[in-house]
C-alpha cells in the first residue's frame, strides 16, 4: 500500500486508535494520526471531518474511525462526497462493507468491541477486495449529485 492509512477517533476511541496505529505501524504500514492526542473529552467531528477529507481527496488509502458506537464518526464521515464509511462489529461486517459496498472507512465502536477484535477488523478490511459485479452500479448509486 503506497498511501497511508488515515486513523482518528474521540476520546471514547483514544486507547483502540493507539493500539491500531501500533498494529498498522507494524504491519509496514504508514499512519497519519488525526487524533484525538489524549482521553480529554473531545468531539467526534472535530477528527471524523479531517479523516473523510484525507480520503475523498485519495491522499490516503483508507480511514479507520472509532468512537464510543461509531455511529457519530459515520454520520460524520458520511457527509463527504465519495466517503462510504462502514460501522462494523465483527470480521464479517468488515468483509462485506469492502467486498459489497467498496467501503472506505472502517467505523469501529469502541464501547462495543475488543481490541482485538478491532484490530482483526481493520485487518480483513485492509485485504477485502471489491467484488464489483452486481454491487458495482449499486455503489455509482450512493452518491449524491
Known amino acids: 500500500?503506497?498511501?497511508p492509512?488515515?486513523?482518528g477517533s474521540d476520546h471514547a476511541g483514544f486507547d483502540y486508535k493507539e493500539e491500531i496505529i501500533s498494529y498498522l505501524e507494524a504491519k509496514g504500514l504508514q499512519v497519519k494520526d488525526f487524533g484525538a492526542h489524549s482521553k480529554d473529552s473531545a468531539d467526534y467531528p472535530d477528527y471524523a471531518h479531517p479523516v473523510a477529507t484525507a480520503v475523498e481527496?485519495?491522499?490516503?488509502?483508507?480511514?479507520?474511525?472509532?468512537?464510543g458506537s461509531a455511529n457519530g464518526v459515520a454520520i460524520t464521515a458520511n457527509k463527504h462526497q465519495g466517503v462510504r464509511a462502514a460501522i462494523c462489529w465483527g470480521e464479517e461486517l468488515a468483509r462485506l462493507a469492502r467486498g459489497?459496498?467498496?467501503?472506505?472507512?472502517?467505523?469501529?465502536?469502541?464501547?462495543?468491541v475488543d481490541t482485538s477484535v478491532a484490530k482483526q477488523m481493520v485487518e480483513v478490511f485492509i485485504n477485502t477486495p471489491f467484488e464489483g459485479g452486481r454491487h458495482e452500479n449499486r455503489v455509482r448509486k450512493i452518491a449524491c449529485l
Open 1 to 3: 500500500m503506497s498511501l
Open 5 to 7: 492509512v488515515a486513523v
Open 57 to 67: 481527496r485519495e491522499e490516503v488509502a483508507f480511514g479507520v474511525l472509532i468512537c
Open 100 to 112: 459489497h459496498n467498496e467501503a472506505n472507512i472502517i467505523c469501529i465502536p469502541a464501547r462495543f
